[in-house]
């Protein structure tokens, strides 16, 4: 079992007449850089919050290294670092106090939390830094220091959702040299979402391909692209199957997000 850092059987997710996830089965594999693929609406999120208990499971099962997320969450959420699709960091706290808010959350033992704020920070270059508000980081800082809270608590499972978004090709590549150096220190499971497919083709072990909730390819970037034939990589291959129903789709959900977003807020 702890081979496997996160199973999920049957998991379906609705909200209202929207089925975001449907009936999906994935296995992430310990220490493995995992990348779900797909386009805008296709279930990514709201499939990592069901990973990271922030939402109910109603139907289906999802375990992180074993421990099922519906019935033990506090476990579960001290095995996971979470950088979700939303900026997380209160722009008018100082990188030290985002970190250490996030150390106390995820229940850092208090005789550690001051050396590991420190070291969450040192790893992801934001030291000089550390004493400013966040509100004065560019916006790939500000992703490092989302790294950094999530990375506090030495997760085994480390969740990015779109970590990369709108970063300048510098600061993706820096944003990945950091994960890549504490994954080469702990073996930290990386499941991550992306729509860049050089990124996925870099630096995923395997990749799924999500579409309408359901996983529509799965293996490693090189193994997908030769399933299409000689000469295609992942870009073609996400073509090949979200087709070109993408921009109706696409529309549609971005309509029903707003109407849920305007009942709700
Ligand atoms: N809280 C919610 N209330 C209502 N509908 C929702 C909610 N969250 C997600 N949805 C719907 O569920 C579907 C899947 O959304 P989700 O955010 O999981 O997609 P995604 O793959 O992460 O997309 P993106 O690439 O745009 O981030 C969409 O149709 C979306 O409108
Ligand atoms: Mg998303």
Redesign the pocket.
């Known amino acids: 079992m702890t081979d496997c850092a996160v199973r999920i059987s049957g998991l379906r997710q609705a909200?209202?007449e929207?089925v975001?996830?449907d009936g999906l089965d994935l296995t992430v594999r310990a220490g493995e850089v995992f990348g779900l693929l797909?386009?805008?609406?296709?279930?990514?999120?709201?499939?990592l919050r069901a990973v990271t208990t922030l939402l109910p499971v109603p139907r289906g099962t999802v375990a992180v290294f074993g421990v099922d997320v519906a019935v033990r969450r506090m476990a579960v959420r001290r095995l996971i670092g979470y950088v979700p699709?939303q900026l997380s960091a209160d722009p008018a706290l100082t990188g030290t106090e985002n970190v250490a808010l996030f150390a106390r959350l995820f229940d850092v033992p208090r005789r550690e939390r001051g050396a590991r704020v420190r070291a969450a920070i040192e790893a992801m270059g934001l030291a000089e830094a550390a004493g400013r508000t966040a509100n004065t980081y560019s916006g790939g800082m500000v992703r490092r220091l989302e790294l950094a809270q999530a990375l506090v608590s030495s997760p085994r499972l480390l969740i990015l959702?779109?970590p990369t978004i709108g970063l300048d090709p510098v600061a993706r590549t820096s944003l990945w040299q950091h994960v890549g150096e504490v994954r080469a220190r702990t073996g930290m499971t990386v499941l991550v979402?992306t729509?860049y497919m050089e990124e996925a083709e870099q630096y995923c072990d395997r990749v799924a391909l999500?579409h309408r909730?359901q996983i529509k390819a799965l293996g490693s970037p090189a193994e997908l692209a030769a399933g299409l034939g000689e000469g295609e990589n992942l870009e073609d291959v996400f073509r090949a199957y979200t087709g070109d129903e993408l921009s109706g789709r696409g529309i549609r959900?971005v309509r029903?997000?707003r109407r849920?977003a305007r009942r709700l807020g």
């Open positions: 909200f209202g929207t975001a996830v797909g386009p805008n609406g296709a279930g990514k999120t709201t499939t699709q959702d779109e979402t729509h999500m909730g959900d029903t997000t849920t």
